[in-house]
């Protein structure tokens, strides 16, 4: 660390992303205390009027996606920070619904280079500069994605008017807590007094509940104060007096369920329209997402005969929505092959158990980073979990994709999940 080079304000975005990678002693350094500082002293704790944060295991893209767009609609200037990206560090931030060029993230990485008082990871510099970004653009909203827990996480530095709970299961354990009473209590970190909250977890952790009414939040929660449910090609979502006729979406229901109650009880004017649009048209990448000819045009390989679909899904929890997506499909496809991988950190044998059933094949892949693993290692792993898999190992997902291009047949079905960078691996090969 001795010898890296700070970047310069006309320096490229990917050498400003190395610089940050490796410009704090660890990846992750949990506490708010030196982002916190940096934020006061560069005045960042303000990005908008109205901020709207999002926590949770699992749909909280989803959500923050449903939200910007009926909020888009409804005619507000917003601004969304989320993460992870899958390709391209620019997803990160969107403003009036598009990313921004890398020279404005090199801009604002400089300035906060320039002014920071203490050493930052990765996430929190990125933090910083979502702020600043959209200090710059005079929005109405923010919506803030957290990325790790919620007590702890760089967003938390921000105090929301409204606050957002997705869904709670075991994920992060060395960081949340193994159970759920821990990881709700560190979700519900994001609460401040007296503010509204949405909780989309239908089995909500008392110590979510606690935290509430500690705080005298107003609570809007799944099945208590609303219900969302899906009949035929209709979805309604309700209150005791509010029920709403909405159109199937691309998005899970669970979080279509959960945006739905903020935008029905934040403080300003959403219409009903906006809304209707928004579960109508709101979609979000790699969530079960079926590859398409326009997906393959750069692809100079042997295309598939089958069906792809990507999804990102890498912890128990995502799993198990993802075999409930994949049994619906399994009486119309033949083969169902799977390209897999996950990092080195996560519950291999809870992500790979609610698929057993389901999938034929497994093409175990490597990971690249320090998080990653080997295809081999993967195999292992999977072969303790589930000893009557058929699996075979390969040294990247390109490898691995490749070989069941060439395999598999046009009525099968291959999917490639397991992480964001599994299927980032896929992609930027597509296009490569």
Same mark, same amino acid.
């Given at each position: 660390?001795?010898?890296?080079?700070?970047?310069?304000?006309?320096?490229?975005?990917?050498?400003?992303?190395?610089?940050?990678?490796?410009?704090?002693?660890?990846?992750?350094?949990?506490?708010?205390?030196?982002?916190?500082?940096?934020?006061?002293?560069?005045?960042?704790?303000?990005?908008?009027?109205?901020?709207?944060?999002?926590?949770?295991?699992?749909?909280?893209?989803?959500?923050?996606?449903?939200?910007?767009?009926?909020?888009?609609?409804?005619?507000?200037?917003?601004?969304?920070?989320?993460?992870?990206?899958?390709?391209?560090?620019?997803?990160?931030?969107?403003?009036?619904?598009?990313?921004?060029?890398?020279?404005?993230?090199?801009?604002?990485?400089?300035?906060?280079?320039?002014?920071?008082?203490?050493?930052?990871?990765?996430?929190?510099?990125?933090?910083?500069?979502?702020?600043?970004?959209?200090?710059?653009?005079?929005?109405?909203?923010?919506?803030?994605?957290?990325?790790?827990?919620?007590?702890?996480?760089?967003?938390?530095?921000?105090?929301?008017?409204?606050?957002?709970?997705?869904?709670?299961?075991?994920?992060?354990?060395?960081?949340?807590?193994?159970?759920?009473?821990?990881?709700?209590?560190?979700?519900?970190?994001?609460? =401040? /007094?007296?503010?509204? %909250?949405? &909780?989309?977890?239908?089995?909500? @952790?008392?110590?979510?509940?606690?935290? $509430?009414?500690? #705080?005298?939040?107003?609570?809007?929660?799944?099945?208590?104060?609303?219900?969302?449910?899906?009949?035929?090609?209709?979805?309604?979502?309700?209150?005791?007096?509010?029920?709403?006729?909405?159109?199937?979406?691309?998005?899970?229901?669970?979080?279509?369920?959960?945006?739905?109650?903020?935008?029905?009880?934040?403080?300003?004017?959403?219409?009903?329209?906006?809304?209707?649009?928004?579960?109508?048209?709101?979609?979000?990448?790699?969530?079960?997402?079926?590859?398409?000819?326009?997906?393959?045009?750069?692809?100079?390989?042997? =295309? /598939?005969?089958?069906? %792809?679909? &990507?999804?990102?899904?890498?912890? @128990?929890?995502?799993?198990?929505?993802? $075999?409930?997506? #994949?049994?619906?499909?399994?009486?119309?496809?033949?083969?169902?092959?799977?390209?897999?991988?996950?990092?080195?950190?996560?519950?291999?044998?809870?992500?790979?158990?609610?698929?057993?059933?389901?999938?034929?094949?497994?093409?175990?892949?490597?990971?690249?980073?320090?998080?990653?693993?080997?295809?081999?290692?993967?195999?292992?792993?999977?072969?303790?979990?589930?000893?009557?898999?058929?699996?075979?190992?390969?040294?990247?997902?390109?490898?691995?994709?490749?070989?069941?291009?060439?395999?598999?047949?046009?009525?099968?079905?291959?999917?490639?999940?397991?992480?964001?960078?599994?299927?980032?691996?896929?992609?930027?090969?597509?296009?490569?």
């Amino acid at each position: 660390m001795a010898n890296l080079i700070q970047p310069k304000a006309t320096d490229s975005l990917e050498m400003w992303l190395s610089y940050l990678e490796q410009s704090h002693f660890k990846p992750i350094d949990m506490g708010l205390e030196r982002i916190q500082g940096v934020a006061s002293s560069l005045n960042l704790l303000n990005p908008a009027p109205y901020v709207i944060t999002v926590a949770g295991t699992n749909g909280k893209g989803s959500t923050c996606r449903l939200l910007e767009v009926a909020l888009l609609n409804a005619g507000y200037r917003v601004g969304v920070y989320s993460s992870p990206h899958l390709i391209r560090y620019n997803e990160r931030v969107r403003i009036q619904g598009e990313t921004l060029p890398d020279h404005a993230h090199v801009a604002s990485f400089a300035h906060i280079e320039q002014h920071k008082t203490a050493s930052l990871t990765y996430f929190e510099f990125s933090t910083l500069s979502a702020l600043y970004l959209f200090q710059q653009a005079n929005l109405d909203v923010v919506i803030l994605e957290v990325g790790l827990g919620g007590r702890l996480d760089a967003t938390n530095i921000v105090d929301p008017n409204f606050a957002v709970i997705t869904s709670i299961d075991i994920d992060h354990v060395d960081f949340l807590g193994d159970n759920r009473e821990q990881i709700g209590r560190e979700k519900a970190g994001i609460f =401040r /007094p007296n503010i509204p %909250v949405v &909780i989309g977890e239908p089995d909500c @952790p008392q110590s979510i509940l606690d935290q $509430a009414k500690t #705080l005298n939040c107003q609570k809007f929660q799944r099945n208590v104060e609303w219900q969302i449910s899906q009949k035929s090609d209709r979805l309604q979502w309700q209150t005791d007096s509010q029920p709403l006729d909405l159109p199937l979406p691309k998005i899970p229901v669970p979080n279509v369920g959960t945006a739905v109650a903020v935008l029905r009880h934040l403080p300003f004017d959403v219409p009903f329209e906006a809304i209707y649009q928004a579960v109508a048209n709101a979609q979000m990448p790699a969530r079960f997402q079926s590859l398409t000819e326009q997906d393959f045009a750069k692809f100079h390989g042997k =295309r /598939p005969l089958a069906k %792809v679909i &990507i999804d990102v899904g890498h912890n @128990p929890h995502a799993a198990r929505y993802l $075999a409930e997506r #994949l049994a619906e499909q399994k009486s119309s496809v033949g083969k169902i092959y799977a390209v897999f991988s996950a990092l080195v950190d996560k519950d291999l044998s809870g992500i790979v158990e609610p698929l057993a059933e389901l999938i034929d094949e497994w093409h175990c892949a490597g990971l690249a980073g320090y998080r990653g693993q080997s295809g081999e290692a993967v195999q292992q792993k999977l072969q303790t979990a589930l000893p009557q898999a058929v699996s075979f190992a390969y040294e990247n997902v390109p490898q691995a994709a490749q070989s069941l291009f060439e395999k598999a047949e046009k009525e099968d079905l291959i999917l490639v999940f397991g992480s964001f960078h599994t299927v980032a691996d896929l992609l930027v090969w597509l296009e490569s």
